[in-house]
């Protein structure tokens, strides 16, 4: 956490790498790709509901089932929009995370796991992108190709690679705790005014994508501010701006170089951040969701596995065969959130 965006908070518009009129001169890899993106999207959405997807979670989704044995003890399984947008939602969280694969540079775990080195990439990419000549675009491009980030340069990449997955009656912000200095990305309804079934991606922390109603930080819509709104207005050219730009930088232009010279000093000189500014995994859930889901697990054996049955069909579409073979794996993720400092 920590992080700093202050260059964007009072921006009323996304900062742009390119002029108005780059799309009709869009280079030949980006031809016809919103015609690919719309079709891609469509295929998503049908894997998810039939065929490739039918009868088992998708690769990933044991985290999101947790949730919604969770979400079954309080107000029942989410269905319709509402269920496809977490679903995609927490694609974008594991796409985030599989983006920023070195892993966080202020949480304890990371920075052991990688013995220091996601510190030094997020501090070279930081580095890099205070230069006042770097674009917003090029900040989230350096985060990815640093592969790593804290909650800020999460917060971005999921914004940013998200807007592929957005419905035309959506838009996706990168939002800020004013108290609590975290940031995150939320998926909201159209015109941006907060909702109780917003989507929380928030790729930071520990968990899937969640419901404004169950998360720890966003739930307090008092406290917190939209720093940057994709709406539907941009279209896909955010994300293809960030695309851009990290195709530039992996070509080796003058931001690769100067991140290139800046991580290997951080390395050279065994770089460490400050002790305060360590965090241990911070769970994206809410106390009060924690509290239910635990309960649900002290229950007796049959209605917990009654429960995660029913998760497996309403949340997964899945016929009951494949879903009692689900169950015990859904108890397991449940178990896992329930039990977040464990």
């Not at 869009?26 to 998503?44: K, S």
């Not at 730009?245 to 170089?257: P, S, W």
Request: net charge neutral; with cysteine; glycine share 8%.
């Amino acid at each position: 956490m920590h992080a700093s965006i202050a260059h964007a908070v009072n921006s009323p518009v996304l900062p742009s790498a390119f002029p108005a009129d780059r799309a009709a001169r869009l280079p030949a890899q980006w031809h016809g790709f919103v015609e690919r993106q719309a079709r891609e999207r469509t295929a998503e959405l049908r894997a998810m509901h039939a065929g490739r997807y039918a009868n088992r979670m998708g690769a990933g989704e044991a985290p999101l089932a947790g949730y919604l044995f969770g979400r079954a003890l309080r107000g029942g399984v989410p269905q319709g929009a509402t269920l496809t947008r977490l679903r995609l939602a927490d694609r974008t969280r594991r796409q985030t995370q599989s983006l920023l694969w070195r892993g966080r540079g202020n949480v304890a775990t990371d920075l052991a796991r990688s013995s220091f080195d996601a510190f030094h990439r997020v501090h070279a990419a930081r580095t890099v992108g205070a230069d006042p000549e770097v674009l917003f675009e090029e900040e989230v491009a350096l985060a990815i190709h640093a592969g790593a980030g804290n909650c800020e340069e999460s917060g971005r990449v999921a914004a940013f690679m998200h807007v592929p997955r957005m419905r035309p009656d959506e838009s996706v912000h990168l939002v800020q705790h004013a108290i609590e200095s975290h940031a995150w990305a939320e998926v909201r309804h159209a015109g941006g005014r907060t909702a109780i079934d917003d989507v929380i991606i928030d790729a930071w922390a520990e968990g899937p994508a969640v419901l404004r109603a169950d998360a720890a930080y966003a739930k307090r819509v008092n406290a917190i501010r939209s720093i940057v709104d994709l709406g539907p207005d941009y279209g896909l050219m955010p994300f293809l701006n960030v695309q851009d730009a990290v195709d530039a930088i992996r070509a080796g232009n003058h931001l690769q170089q100067a991140f290139a010279f800046v991580y290997e000093e951080a390395r050279r000189c065994a770089l460490r951040p400050e002790p305060e500014s360590i965090w241990q995994p911070e769970p994206v859930l809410d106390r009060a969701m924690h509290e239910a889901i635990a309960d649900g697990l002290a229950g007796t054996g049959l209605h917990k596995q009654l429960l995660a049955i029913h998760v497996a069909r309403a949340g997964f579409d899945m016929s009951i065969r494949p879903a009692i073979a689900a169950a015990p794996g859904i108890l397991s993720a449940a178990q896992a959130l329930a039990q977040p400092d464990a």
